[in-house]
T-cell receptor, first 113, second 112 residues
Framework: GENVEQHPSTLSVQEGDSAVIKCTYS??????FPWYKQELGKRPQLIID?????GEKKDQRIAVTLNKTAKHFSLHITETQPEDSAVYFC????????????FGTGTSLTVIP | DAGVIQSPRHEVTEMGQEVTLRCKPI?????LFWYRQTMMRGLELLIY????????DSGMPEDRFSAKMPNASFSTLKIQPSEPRDSAVYFC??????????FGPGTRLTVL
């Protein structure tokens, strides 16, 4: 089945700097790659996604890139703010092995004021 | 739309008791997922439904766990009997045909 790996597990940046989180996946049939932000005690919230027919997508300070050949995708947050502090999860799917998403293990991002 | 609705938001019970968690997906979403989240194991998929039919329950930890979806607007996850190691946050999520998946607020379960 699909295997999603996410790095780093923790990340600290100074306010205003950029943050990059990277994920790899194993199933070339996966065609949708969402990113979720989870604040402490809250639900995971969809913040951005990218489909396999697109290489890059941007929404204000957040961007996601996808390299299908290398099977990796990344989340880029620019001009980070303290409210960006949260755990971020990547996911991949659906694929030939099923319609579920396979989630990465999460990255705890801390933005230092 | 109110989003995915879950109840109760918090549940504290004693070992051996039956626990029932409830979920109302977003109207029109064809897929419904039950997840469990703990610090040790992260986010685990327990089971998912497509058009009310269970598709994959391989993540259900053992026979004490069962899930149903009697109609398109309601699903339950039942644990009987409950054990302390079942303590976790249980999320329900629903997904539309465009693959956008939204999570409910979760149920924080504590089994004493």
């Amino acid at each position: 089945g699909e295997n999603v790996e996410q790095h780093p597990s923790t990340l600290s940046v100074q306010e205003g700097d950029s943050a990059v989180i990277k994920c790899t996946y194993s199933d070339s049939a996966s065609n949708y790659f969402p990113w979720y932000k989870q604040e402490l005690g809250k639900r995971p919230q969809l913040i951005i996604d990218i489909r396999s027919n697109v290489g890059e997508k941007k929404d204000q300070r957040i961007a996601v890139t996808l390299n299908k050949t290398a099977k990796h995708f990344s989340l880029h947050i620019t001009e980070t703010q303290p409210e960006d502090s949260a755990v971020y999860f990547c996911a991949a799917g659906p694929s030939n092995t099923g319609n579920q998403f396979y989630f990465g293990t999460g990255t705890s991002l801390t933005v230092i004021p | 739309d109110a989003g995915v609705i879950q109840s109760p938001r918090h549940e504290v019970t004693e070992m051996g008791q039956e626990v029932t968690l409830r979920c109302k997906p977003i109207s029109g979403h064809d897929y419904l997922f039950w997840y469990r989240q703990t610090m040790m194991r992260g986010l685990e998929l327990l089971i998912y439904f497509n058009n009310n039919v269970p598709i994959d329950d391989s993540g259900m930890p053992e026979d004490r766990f069962s899930a149903k979806m009697p109609n398109a607007s309601f699903s339950t996850l039942k644990i009987q009997p409950s054990e302390p190691r079942d303590s976790a946050v249980y999320f329900c999520a629903s997904r539309d045909l465009a693959n956008e998946q939204f999570f409910g607020p979760g149920t924080r379960l504590t089994v004493l």
